[in-house]
C-alpha cells in the first residue's frame, strides 16, 4: 500500500513538475508580451511626445504668423500715416503756393506802379537837368563876362553866392536822387535776381515733386504687390496649418484608439495576468498541501528506518542466537533429533532470514528510492518556494507596472486635453487671424483706392499749377522786358549825372578860387592900409601925406599885388585845378559885408547839411531793405558761397560785426571848417565811403530782453513750448523763457514779415517753375 501511494505521490509529483513547467512557459509568454506591451507603450509616448512637438511647434508658426501680422498691420499703420502726413504737407505747400502766387501777383502790380513812378522821376529829373544844363550855360556866360568886365559888384557876388548855393543844394540833391535810382536799380536787380532764383529752385521743386509723386506711386503698388502676395502667402500657410492640423487631428485619433486598444489589451493582459496569479496561488497551496503530505510521508519512512533498525538489531540478536544454537549443535550432536529439530528450525530461521533479508533489501530499495524522492522533493520544494518568491516579485512589479500604467493613462489622457484645448486655441487664433488679414486687405484696398483718388487730385492741382506758372512766366518776360528798358534810362541817366558832376565840380573850384580871390585882396587892402598908417605916424603929417597920396603909395599897392598875385598862383598850382587869376584887381568889399555874406554861407551850408543827412537816413533805410530782399533772395538757394557769407553776415552778432557807420561831421565842425577844394575833395571821399559802409550794414542789432508777465499767450521761440498768460516770460521781438534766453542768437536777423515774405514769393517761383518745366 505504501509502495502504491508513494508511487501515486511520484506520478502527483510529476504532474506538478509538468504543471510548473507550463506555469514557467506562460510567465515566458507573459513576459515577452508585456514587454511588448511596454515597447508599444514607449512608442506610444513617443508619439504623443512628437505630436505635442508638432503643436508646440504649430503653436510657435501661429505666433510668429501673428507677430508677422501684427508687424504687418503696424507697418501698414506707419506707411498710411506717412502717406497721410505727406499729403497734409503737400497740401500746405498748395495753399502756400496759391498764397505765394496771389502775393506774387500783387508784388508785380506794386512793382508795375513803382516803375510807373521811377518813370515819372525820370522824367522830372530829365527836366531839371535841363533847367540845370541853361543855368549852366548862363552862369558859364556870367562868368565870362565877369572875366572880361573889371568891376565886380557888390549884387553880382551875392547873386554869385546865391548861384553857388543853389548849385550846391542842386548837386546834393541829385546826388541824393542818383542814390535812390541806384538804389532802386540794385532793389531792381536783386528782385530779378531772386526771381530768377526762385524760378529755378521751383522748378527743381517741381521736379523733385514729380519724381517724389511717381516714387510714391510706385511705392503704393509694390506696397499693394507685397500686400496682396503676403497674403496669398498667409492663405497657402493657412491652408498649409490647416491640412497639418487636420493631419495632427487624423493622427490624434489614431493614436487614441491606439490608446484604447491598449488600454483594452492591458485591461485583458492584467485581468489574464490576476486570473493566472489566481491559479498560481490554488497550485502554491496544492503544492503546499502536497508538501505537508510528503512530509507525512517521510514521517512514515522515518518509522520504517526505525522498524529496520529493530529488525537488524533482531537479525543480529537471531545470527547470534544461531551462533550460540549452533554451539549447542556442536556440542550436542549426540541427539539428532534434536539437531532435526534444530535444523529444521534452522532452515525455517534461515528461511526467515532470508525472507528478513529480502524484505530488508526491498525495505532499502524503498528508502533509498524514497530517500532519491525526498531529495527531489525537497529540491522541488525549494524551487517551488523560489518560483513562489518570484511570483511575488513579478506581482509586486505588475502592480506597479499597473500602477505605472495607470499614470501614464492618466498622462497621456491630460496630454490629449492640453492638445484638445491648444487646438482650440489655435482654431481661434486661425480665425482672428483670418478675420485680421481681410481687415487688412480691406484696409490696404481702401487706402489704395484713397490714395489713387488723391494722386489724380494732385495731378489736376498740378495742371492748374502748371497753367499758372505759365501766365507768371510771361509776365516775368514782360517785367524783364521793362527791366531792360529801365537799365537802359538808368545808364543814360547815369551818364547825364557824370557830366553834371564835372560841371559841378568846376563851377565848385571857380567859386572857390574867386572867394580865395576876394579874400586876399581883403588881405592886401587891411596891410596897405596898416602900412600907411605906421608910415604915417612914423613920418609925421607931411610925410604922411605924401606916403598916402604921393608915389610911395603906388609903389607899395604895386608891390604888395605882385605879391598876393605870386601867392595866388602858387596856390593855384599846388591845387592843379584852379583857373588863371584875372589881372584887374577888383574893388574889395567892408568886413561886415563879407561877414555877413559868410554867415549866410553858413547858415545855407547848415541848412544842406541838414537836407543831406535827411537825404543820407533815407539812402542807409533803402539800402537796408535792398540789403534784406538781396540777403532773402540769396537765402533761397543757399548752394554758393556768397549767398552763405551774406546770410552769415545778416545774423551774424554785434561783437562779430564791423561798427556802426560813421555819422556825417556836425553843422559846428561844418560852420567851422572852411570850403577850400581839397576839404571838398575830402568830403566827397567820405561820403563815398560811408555809403560804402552804408552798403555793408547787416542785421546786427542786439537783443534786449525785458523779463516780466506775458500779457498774451505765446510760442516759446528755442523749445517751442507754450509761454502761458501771467507767466514769467523774456520779451524782445521774440518771447522765450526766462531760463532759455541765452539761447536765442546773438542779433535780431531780419524781420519775421520779411522772411515770411521771402519765403512765399520762392515757393510761388518755385511753383512756376515747376509748372514751366512740366509744361516743357
Known amino acids: 500500500m505504501r509502495l502504491h501511494l508513494k508511487n501515486d505521490g511520484r506520478k502527483t509529483l510529476e504532474n506538478q513538475v509538468k504543471r510548473l513547467e507550463i506555469v514557467e ?37 501661429s505666433q510668429r504668423l501673428e507677430t508677422h501680422l501684427k508687424q504687418k498691420d503696424k507697418l501698414h499703420e506707419d506707411k498710411m500715416k506717412v502717406l497721410e502726413a505727406q499729403l497734409k504737407a503737400d497740401m500746405a505747400d498748395k495753399e ?3 498764397s505765394s502766387q496771389s502775393k506774387y501777383e500783387e508784388e508785380v502790380r506794386e512793382k508795375c506802379s513803382i516803375i510807373g513812378d521811377q518813370k515819372a522821376t525820370i522824367n522830372a529829373m530829365d527836366s531839371k537837368m535841363n533847367s540845370l544844363e541853361q543855368r549852366i550855360a548862363e552862369l558859364s556866360e556870367a562868368n565870362k563876362l565877369a572875366a572880361n568886365s573889371s568891376i565886380y559888384t557888390q549884387k553880382n557876388m551875392k547873386a554869385q553866392e546865391e548861384m553857388i548855393s543853389e548849385l550846391r543844394q542842386q548837386k546834393f540833391y541829385l546826388e541824393s536822387q542818383a542814390g535812390k535810382l541806384e538804389a532802386q536799380n540794385a532793389k531792381l536787380e536783386e528782385h530779378l535776381e531772386k526771381m530768377s532764383q526762385q524760378e529755378q529752385s521751383n522748378k527743381s521743386r517741381v521736379l523733385e515733386q514729380d519724381t517724389r509723386l511717381r516714387e510714391i506711386g510706385l511705392e503704393h503698388e509694390e506696397q499693394n504687390q507685397e500686400i496682396k502676395r503676403q497674403v496669398s502667402d498667409l492663405t497657402i500657410s493657412l491652408q498649409e496649418r490647416e491640412s497639418q492640423i487636420s493631419n495632427l487631428q487624423a493622427a490624434r485619433r489614431a493614436q487614441e484608439s491606439q490608446l484604447q486598444q491598449a488600454r483594452s489589451e492591458l485591461e485583458d493582459t492584467t485581468a489574464e495576468a490576476e486570473e493566472e496569479i489566481t491559479v498560481l496561488r490554488a497550485h502554491r497551496d496544492e503544492i503546499q498541501r502536497k508538501f505537508d503530505v510528503l512530509r507525512d510521508s517521510c514521517a512514515v519512512i522515518t518509522d520504517l528506518e526505525e522498524q529496520l533498525t529493530t529488525l537488524t538489531l533482531e537479525n543480529a540478536e537471531l545470527n547470534r542466537q544461531n551462533f550460540y544454537l549452533s554451539k549447542q549443535l556442536d556440542e550436542a550432536s549426540d541427539e539428532r533429533e534434536d539437531r532435526l529439530h534444530l535444523s529444521q528450525d534452522v532452515d525455517r530461521l534461515r528461511r526467515e532470514v532470508a525472507d528478513r533479508e529480502m524484505h530488508m533489501n526491498n525495505q532499502k530499495q524503498n528508502l533509498e528510492t524514497l530517500k532519491t524522492t525526498c531529495t527531489m522533493l525537497e529540491e522541488q520544494v525549494l524551487e517551488l518556494e523560489t518560483l513562489n518568491d518570484e511570483l511575488l516579485e513579478k506581482e509586486r512589479q505588475w502592480e506597479a507596472w499597473r500602477a505605472t500604467l495607470e499614470e501614464e493613462k492618466n498622462q497621456a489622457e491630460r496630454r490629449t486635453r492640453d492638445i484638445q484645448r491648444l487646438l482650440d486655441t489655435e482654431k481661434q487664433n486661425r480665425l482672428r487671424s483670418e478675420q485680421r488679414s481681410s481687415e487688412s486687405r480691406q484696409a490696404a484696398e481702401k487706402a489704395v483706392k484713397e490714395h489713387k483718388a488723391e494722386i489724380l487730385a494732385l495731378q489736376q492741382a498740378l495742371k492748374d499749377q502748371k497753367a499758372k506758372a505759365e501766365s507768371l512766366v510771361d509776365t516775368f518776360n514782360d517785367l524783364e522786358k521793362k527791366h531792360a528798358m529801365l537799365e537802359m534810362n538808368a545808364l543814360s541817366l547815369q551818364q547825364k549825372l557824370e557830366s553834371e558832376r564835372d560841371l559841378k565840380q568846376r563851377l565848385l573850384e571857380e567859386a572857390v578860387y574867386s572867394h580865395e580871390k576876394v579874400k586876399m585882396e581883403g588881405t592886401i587892402t587891411q596891410q596897405t592900409k596898416l602900412i600907411d598908417f605906421l608910415q604915417a605916424q612914423a613920418h609925421g603929417g607931411s610925410k604922411k601925406k605924401k606916403g598916402l597920396f604921393g608915389r610911395r603909395r603906388e609903389d607899395l599897392l604895386a608891390a604888395m599885388a605882385a605879391q598876393a598875385q605870386g601867392q595866388a598862383q602858387g596856390q593855384g598850382q599846388g591845387q592843379g585845378q584852379v583857373s588863371p587869376v584875372p589881372s584887374i584887381q577888383p574893388v574889395p568889399l567892408q568886413y561886415s559885408d563879407m561877414k555877413i555874406a559868410l554867415d549866410k554861407e553858413r547858415s545855407r551850408c547848415s541848412d544842406m547839411e541838414d537836407a543831406l543827412q535827411k537825404m543820407r537816413a533815407e539812402l542807409r533805410s533803402l539800402r537796408e531793405e535792398a540789403v534784406q530782399y538781396k540777403d532773402h533772395g540769396n537765402s533761397a538757394n543757399p548752394a554758393s558761397a556768397r549767398q552763405q557769407m551774406i546770410i552769415s553776415a545778416m545774423v551774424k552778432s554785434p561783437e562779430h560785426q564791423q561798427g556802426p557807420t560813421n555819422l556825417a561831421p556836425s553843422n559846428s565842425e561844418r560852420r567851422k571848417a572852411t570850403a577850400t577844394p581839397e576839404e571838398f575833395s575830402r568830403r566827397l571821399k567820405d561820403s563815398q565811403r560811408d555809403r560804402e559802409r552804408e552798403r555793408s550794414v547787416h542785421h546786427n542789432t542786439p537783443h534786449r530782453f525785458t ?3 506775458n500779457m498774451r499767450a505765446a510760442k516759446c521761440t528755442v523749445c517751442l513750448d507754450t509761454v502761458h498768460f501771467g507767466r514769467q516770460a523774456a520779451t524782445c521781438l521774440r518771447v522765450t523763457k526766462p531760463k532759455k534766453k541765452g539761447h536765442n542768437p546773438r542779433a535780431l536777423g531780419p524781420g519775421g514779415r520779411l522772411l515770411r515774405w521771402l519765403s512765399h514769393s520762392a515757393r510761388s517761383v518755385s511753383q512756376r517753375a515747376r509748372m514751366t518745366h512740366d509744361s516743357q
Open 25 to 61: 512557459r506562460r510567465e515566458t509568454k507573459l513576459k515577452e508580451e508585456i514587454q511588448s506591451k511596454a515597447l508599444q507603450i514607449q512608442q506610444m509616448a513617443d508619439k504623443i511626445l512628437a505630436l505635442e512637438d508638432n503643436l508646440r511647434e504649430t503653436q510657435s508658426t
Open 96 to 98: 502756400m503756393l496759391e
Open 707 to 709: 523779463v516780466g508777465l
